[in-house]
């Protein structure tokens, strides 16, 4: 299984990361395409911390190589493939930013796939109707909100079971990045303190879930995580979440303004623990904070 992203087309560089469990990747050569031409090569060589830390052997899996583009504008549809392989990386979506500009964090794993490589996978078997429809809305919309009910099977039972939310959360972002993910969870006074407890992070996570005991209502605005700038004159859009709902949000997302009464229980987070440090969530966690690890297959669920 393929791991990896491209984190930056920047000017005439791209670069980023790939890794294997299987396969030894490091010093192999990583080209880059644009459509089927090959604009540039590199090694599989540059040592990582963040790729250390999470458990990827020495964190040598970085690239970063100089590409030849005829226009600027192809860096947004640059892909990047294994030398004397079919795996590649490729951009959801991207944007091209100057010198003076950072990067923007690009989708990995499953988000980072093309929508006719998910209907692909989908025709096959390997998606359910259900994660598929999750992975499409939430690469185009930066939000999704997705039930944790499970349907009454049995005609004796009159109420329908609730799915544990930790556990929900492990399997769909294990879903979104191919592969096991521990996740960390913290609890927030309302749905307010949100963004703020976001800024206050040192790296900025690419996806975070909620969840609240009671019920609660959160303004997004749809597709802020695709602007350059992330300013819109878009109105945003109120989401549930709940005892059985969870809210999956882009973190790049632009959040309205939050005026309604928070839960009593406050909002509980997860996060991605490998995209976060514990002394930055530390100031956060309460006695409902744990970690938990959970498979990569993600049961079925339905949008609302």
């Not at 091209?96 to 929508?115: H, S």
């Not at 930066?142 to 079971?161: H, W």
């Not at 900025?204 to 009671?214: D, G, H, T, Y």
Request: hydrophobic share 40%.
């Amino acid at each position: 299984m393929l791991r990896g992203a491209i984190e930056k087309v920047q000017g005439n560089t791209v670069g980023g990361w790939i890794y294997s469990p299987s396969v030894d990747l490091r010093g192999l050569t990583v080209l880059a395409f644009v459509d089927s031409l090959c604009v540039g090569g590199g090694k599989v060589e540059i040592k990582r911390n963040d790729l250390a830390e999470a458990g990827l052997d020495d964190g040598r899996f970085g690239f970063s190589f100089p590409v030849t583009l005829a226009d600027p504008a192809d860096g947004k549809r640059l892909i990047v493939k294994l030398e004397g392989s079919d795996a590649l990386l490729v951009q959801a979506t991207s944007r091209i930013v100057g010198a003076a500009g950072p990067a923007p964090k690009l989708p990995q794993g499953a988000l980072g796939m093309t929508l006719e490589t998910l209907q692909w996978m989908q025709g096959r078997g390997w998606l359910s109707q259900s994660d598929y429809d999750f992975l499409r809305f939430f690469r185009q919309l930066g939000v999704y909100d997705r039930t944790l009910t499970i349907p009454v099977e049995r005609p004796d039972r009159l109420e329908a079971d609730v799915r544990d939310p930790a556990h929900a959360v492990g399997e769909l972002m294990g879903l979104m990045h191919l592969g096991s993910v521990e996740t960390v969870r913290v609890n927030l006074p309302s749905t307010g303190d949100v963004a703020a407890f976001l800024k206050k992070q040192g790296t900025m996570p690419s996806v975070i879930a909620l969840w609240a005991r009671e019920r609660a209502r959160l303004d997004i605005v749809e597709g802020s995580h695709l602007q350059a700038d992330r300013a819109s004159s878009k109105a945003s859009v109120e989401y549930a979440l709940g005892p059985d709902r969870l809210l999956f949000i882009d973190a790049r997302c632009t959040f309205g303004e939050q005026m309604l009464p928070p839960p009593p229980s406050g909002i509980e987070v997860f996060l991605n623990a490998a995209e976060v440090s514990r002394e930055a969530i530390a100031p956060f966690k309460t006695a409902s904070a744990e970690m938990s690890k959970s498979p990569m297959r993600a049961s079925g669920g339905a949008r609302r």
